[in-house]
């Protein structure tokens, strides 16, 4: 980063969640999918955590058709409160106190067609203004308890400003399914971007470095997606957006470093759910012990 350059704090994620969801069908019909458990806490949850542990301040989500769920989730359940209270349920009252959100930290955004994650965040561009933003997927479950990705990103884009992308080496023949980096220079787990194409055709990906969720993004990057350009699956992707600033700021990819589980995958979230079960004290060993028994 240029000397003298003053970086702005990252206070803002959003978190696109107006997703059909249609791997997941039936159970999307009628419930979105980033409120299916992991464990037991949905997996907007997870990325909400995660955001706090970055120093994020406001949260907005970007919801859509069908999406009532997750804005009740955030209300204080009071009627609910107050029942454990008279039956004494102090543990159970603990965790609902350990989803709450400061009063006023929350907006809503509708997005009124499922125009594509760009689109999405577009969505956002009144709440996030002239700031930079984070841009969380909350169906990416990127675990890693004791340093977060998102915290590990603007650590990382404290060093060099500019844009910052999380990615993960994925497998050759699944590249045409991410936003793939073309990559330059690397100095630890910050590399260079010179090009990022969504969903490149197989055979022709420039890396197998993908993008797994995680976006620290500059507000030029609103401007480039008001031009609603339509891209991979017709939709206006955040990669072809993104890919635009490459050459005018500071723009690299960041290895992240812990697990990860594409919880918008069926199998993803089962792994997920076995991953995390068998982490808990209260209820890892039962998980283990069946796992034992009946898988070789
Ligand atoms: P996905 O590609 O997983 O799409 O979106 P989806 O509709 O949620 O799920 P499938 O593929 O039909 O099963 C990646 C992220 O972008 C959000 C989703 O909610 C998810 O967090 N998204 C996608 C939007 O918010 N709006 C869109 O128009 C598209």
Redo the contacts with the bound molecule.
């Keep these: 980063m240029k000397k003298g350059h003053v970086l702005k704090p990252v206070k803002k994620a959003v978190?696109?969640?107006?997703?059909?969801?249609?791997?997941?069908?039936p159970a999307?019909k009628a419930v979105?999918?980033?409120m299916l458990p992991v464990v037991d806490r949905p997996l907007l949850q997870y990325a909400v955590d995660e955001a706090l542990a970055a120093g994020i301040e406001q949260m907005i989500f970007?919801?859509?058709r069908g999406k009532a769920a997750l804005e009740d989730y955030f209300d204080v359940a009071a009627e609910l409160e107050n029942l454990l209270r008279a039956r004494g349920k102090e543990v159970e009252l603990r965790v609902l106190e350990g989803t709450r959100l400061s009063p006023g930290s929350i907006a809503y955004v509708r997005?009124q067609?499922?125009?594509?994650?760009g689109?999405?965040?577009w969505c956002a561009r009144h709440i996030t203004g002239d700031e930079p933003f984070a841009v969380l997927?909350?169906?990416?479950l990127l675990w890693n308890p004791t340093d977060p990705c998102l915290a590990q990103m603007v650590r990382a884009r404290n060093e060099v400003g500019g844009t910052v992308i999380a990615v993960m080496e994925v497998p050759e023949k699944e590249t045409h399914r991410y936003g793939i980096v073309d990559p330059g220079a690397s100095h630890g787990a910050l590399t260079e971007v010179k090009g990022f194409v969504e969903k490149p055709k197989p055979g022709t990906a420039p890396s197998r470095l993908a993008a797994v969720?995680r976006y620290l993004i500059e507000p030029e990057c609103m401007a480039l997606l008001a031009e609603g350009r339509r891209g991979a699956g017709g939709?206006?992707q955040l990669t072809d957006a993104l890919a635009q600033l490459i050459g005018r700021q500071p723009f690299h990819a960041y290895t992240y470093s812990g697990a990860r589980f594409d919880c918008?995958?069926k199998a993803g979230h089962v792994t997920a759910n076995i991953a995390l079960a068998l982490a808990r004290p209260d209820i890892g060993p039962a998980v283990r012990a069946w796992l034992d028994a009946n898988v070789r």
């Design positions: 978190f696109p969640v107006g997703g059909m969801g249609t791997r997941f069908l999307t979105p999918k980033e970007v919801t859509g997005q067609e499922p125009a594509g994650l689109h999405a965040v997927l909350p169906d990416e969720g939709e206006i918008g995958d």
